[in-house]
Each structure stands twice: as structure tokens, then as C-alpha cells.
């Protein structure tokens, strides 16, 4: 399975965004799929996950109640919407997918920039 993000652009502070992580090639098996960041000079860090079975989804704090991890099985395609946006949040925002082994991530995709700024 190869994964696309894209969507990340220039946005003001208070504004939103959607991120998009497309999914192609054949699988048997995913676990979940996630988002992660990393800031200029800052170790990438998880943003949100959700579980492929139930949906399931799971957040770092700083994207609780401003972030939201979605899935379209029918495009396979899973997304992150962004509201309320920090300077903060400026970052390259990455997709990734737990597919053979629950728990790690195991496959990426390159990354979308973020940049909030006045």
C-alpha cells in the first residue's frame, strides 16, 4: 500500500484546514491509520490515529476538540480536519498506516506543509 497526503497550504491564525492521506495498492490487513508532525527543529510527534475495524479514533491533547481524524472507505482516503489553528501548528503533517503490525507504523507518506501565520 503507497500513501499520498496533501491539502497543507498557508493559513491565518483561527482558520482551518483539511488534510487528505490517500491510500492506494492492495492490502489484506490495516490495524489503523494516523497523522504525525514535526515542527522545524522538533521531533515528529503523533497527532491522531483512528482504528481501521471500528473507527476508533484517538488524539494527542493539543488536537482535542480542534482536530478531527476521519475515514471514506469508498475513496480510501482518510482525513484531518483542522479548525482553530495555532502558529503552533505550523509543521509537515504525515500520514501513516499500522499494516503489518499492530501498534507500529510501518508504512508513510510523504509529508503535506502546514504553515499558520499572520
Known amino acids: 500500500v503507497q500513501l499520498q497526503a496533501s491539502g497543507g497550504g498557508t493559513m491565518q491564525p483561527g482558520g482551518s484546514l483539511r488534510l487528505f492521506c490517500a491510500r492506494s495498492g492492495r492490502t489484506f490487513r490495516t490495524f489503523a491509520m494516523g497523522w504525525f508532525r514535526q515542527a522545524p527543529g522538533k521531533e515528529r510527534e503523533f497527532v491522531a490515529r483512528?482504528?481501521?475495524?471500528?473507527?476508533?479514533?484517538y488524539y494527542a491533547d493539543f488536537a482535542k476538540g480542534r482536530f478531527t481524524i476521519l475515514r471514506d472507505n469508498a475513496e480510501n482516503t482518510v482525513y484531518l480536519f483542522m479548525k482553530s489553528l495555532k502558529p503552533e501548528d505550523t509543521a509537515v503533517y504525515y500520514c501513516?498506516?499500522?499494516?503489518?503490525?499492530?501498534?507500529?507504523?510501518?508504512?508513510w507518506g510523504q509529508g503535506t506543509q502546514v504553515t499558520v501565520s499572520s
Open positions: 483512528i482504528s481501521w475495524s471500528d473507527s476508533t479514533t
Open positions: 501513516a498506516a499500522q499494516i503489518d503490525t499492530l501498534g507500529q507504523y510501518d508504512v
